[in-house]
C-alpha cells in the first residue's frame, strides 16, 4: 500500500486496508493470536512497531524468521525428511532393523503444550 | 326322455342336516386380561423406576470420576509431562544415533541453523511434524484420531477372531 506499513512478505498475510480501532478488532480472525504461533507473531509485531517500518525490516528478520518458521514449518519438514531418508539409508544399507521404531510413540504420549508461555485455560 | 340309468336328484340326507353350533366361540383363557393389564403396568412401573435409578447411578458414576480427576489433577499432570519428556530425550537420543555419520548434522537443529532462533534457552515443544519422525504413519494417524478410540483398553472379544495385521486397522 502507499502507507508503506507493509511487512517483509508479499501479500502473504492479511490486513484491513482502513486502520480504525473498529477494523483492529475485527482482524483478530485474520492473525495468529489464539494459535500456536500467536507467541512469535506478538513477537514478531512488538518489534516491528518499537523499529518502525523501515527499520524492522532490518532488524526484526529473526522474529519475522521465526514466525515464519512456526507457520510453514519449513525447517521442522526439512528436518524431519532429512532424519527419514537417513533412516531409509541405514536400513538399505543393513546397519538397522527397520526404517521405524515399534509403537514409539505410545498412544497419548504425544502431548504438546504450546501455550505455556500466555496460558489460555 | 330320460331312458336307461335312473337320474337322481339332490336332496338333502334322510333325516334332514344334523344340528351345527351358531354360537359365538371364545378363545381358551389362559390368563384374564385384568392380569395382562396389571403385568404391563407393573413392567412399565419398574422400567420408569429402573430407568430412574440408572440415571442416578450413572450420575453418581461421573460425579466420582470428575472427582477422582480432579483430586488427580497435579499427579496426572506430572506424569503427562514426564511421559512426554521421556518421549522428547528417546527422540533426541534416536536422531543423535541415526545422524551420527551425516557430516554437519547439529542434533535439534538444521544442520547447525536452530529452529527458532529468538528462543535462546527457552524450550518450544515440537509439532506432529517432529515427534513423529521415527514413526510409521499409522502412528501418527492413531494419535491424531485417537478421540474416536474407545475408553476400554484392555483385550476386545473379538481380538482371536482376526489376524494380527488386520488390528491396526480398527480399534
Known amino acids: 500500500m502507499a502507507t508503506g506499513n507493509r511487512n517483509p ?32 507473531e506478538s513477537q514478531f509485531y512488538r518489534c516491528m512497531e518499537a523499529y518502525g517500518a523501515k527499520m524492522g525490516r532490518k532488524y526484526c528478520d529473526l522474529e519475522h524468521r521465526d514466525f515464519q518458521e512456526c507457520v510453514t514449518g519449513d ?16 536400513f538399505l544399507d543393513g546397519k538397522i532393523a527397520k526404517p521405524y521404531v515399534d509403537n514409539h510413540p505410545e498412544p497419548g504420549q504425544f502431548k504438546t503444550d504450546h501455550f505455556q508461555w500466555n496460558r489460555i485455560n | 326322455m330320460a331312458t336307461g340309468a335312473e337320474f337322481r336328484q339332490d336332496m338333502p ?3 334332514g ?32 423406576y429402573a430407568a430412574l435409578e440408572g440415571k442416578k447411578k450413572d450420575i453418581t458414576e461421573k ?20 511421559y512426554w ?21 547439529k542434533t535439534g537443529t538444521w544442520y547447525g541453523e536452530p529452529v527458532y532462533f529468538t528462543l535462546g534457552d527457552k524450550w518450544w515443544d515440537p509439532t506432529a511434524t517432529e ?24 483385550p476386545k472379544f473379538y481380538d482371536n477372531w482376526f489376524p494380527q495385521w488386520m488390528s491396526k486397522w480398527f480399534w
Open chain 2, 85 to 105: 519428556l521421556k518421549l522428547l530425550a528417546k527422540n533426541r537420543a534416536l536422531e543423535e544415533e541415526i545422524m551420527k555419520d551425516v557430516p554437519g548434522w
Open chain 1, 75 to 90: 525447517k521442522q519438514k526439512k528436518r524431519a525428511d532429512a532424519i527419514r531418508e537417513q533412516r531409509c539409508k541405514l
Open chain 2, 131 to 154: 515427534v513423529f519422525v521415527h514413526s510409521r504413519g499409522s502412528n501418527e494417524t492413531r494419535d491424531h484420531l485417537w478421540r474416536q478410540h474407545s475408553e476400554y483398553a484392555g
Open chain 2, 13 to 15: 340326507p334322510k333325516g
Open chain 2, 17 to 48: 342336516y344334523r344340528a351345527f353350533n351358531f354360537h359365538r366361540t371364545f378363545p381358551k383363557l389362559v390368563w384374564s386380561p385384568g392380569t395382562v393389564v396389571a403385568a404391563i403396568f407393573g413392567a412399565t412401573a419398574y422400567g420408569v
Open chain 2, 63 to 82: 460425579f466420582e470420576d470428575v472427582d477422582i480427576n480432579n483430586a488427580m489433577e497435579p499427579f496426572l499432570t506430572a506424569e503427562r509431562d514426564r
Open chain 1, 9 to 40: 512478505e508479499n501479500f502473504t498475510s492479511l490486513s484491513p486496508i482502513v486502520k480504525a480501532p473498529i477494523t483492529d478488532t475485527l482482524s483478530v480472525p485474520l492473525s495468529q493470536q489464539g494459535r500456536i504461533c500467536g507467541f512469535f
